[in-house]
Nanobody, 127 residues
Framework: QVQLVESGGGLVQAGGSLRLSCAAS????????MGWFRQAPGKEREFVAA????????AYVDSVKGRFTISRDAAGNTVALQMNSLKPEDTAAYYC????????????????????WGQGTQVTVSL
């Protein structure tokens, strides 16, 4: 059974840091772009960051640029999201996702391009 399992969420004060991890099991996603999305209550799922299968290219939503960093291991089994200088508006459930297209060139910011999803991990940032 293919699974993506997120961990590392929690409650943190504004200005603090968290590191989210996403572990794949059941198969490797070495040749697939990987992304992080988030969804706050009453809002649509939002693209946060993604990294290409090669690890050479990353993309971020403007609101997290300079604060968040996405990375992946060479084996393609783990993707991380380092989140610094957290703000209350970063509060959401964060989801890891794997692209549906092998060796995709470029990064898609649309949830429809991703066909494997984790169960989500909650991030809450307090004032």
């Amino acid at each position: 059974q293919v699974q993506l399992v997120e961990s590392g969420g929690g409650l943190v004060q504004a200005g603090g840091s968290l590191r989210l991890s996403c572990a794949a099991s059941g198969r490797t996603f070495r040749n697939y772009n990987m992304g992080w999305f988030r969804q706050a209550p009453g809002k649509e799922r939002e693209f946060v960051a993604a990294i290409t299968w090669s690890g050479q290219t990353t993309a971020y939503v403007d609101s997290v640029k300079g604060r968040f960093t996405i990375s992946r291991d060479a084996a393609g089994n783990t993707v991380a999201l380092q989140m610094n200088s957290l703000k209350p508006e970063d509060t959401a459930a964060y989801y890891c996702a794997a692209d549906s297209l092998v060796f995709r060139t470029g990064i898609s910011r649309s949830p429809e391009a991703y066909n494997y999803w984790g169960q989500g991990t909650q991030v809450t940032v307090s004032l």
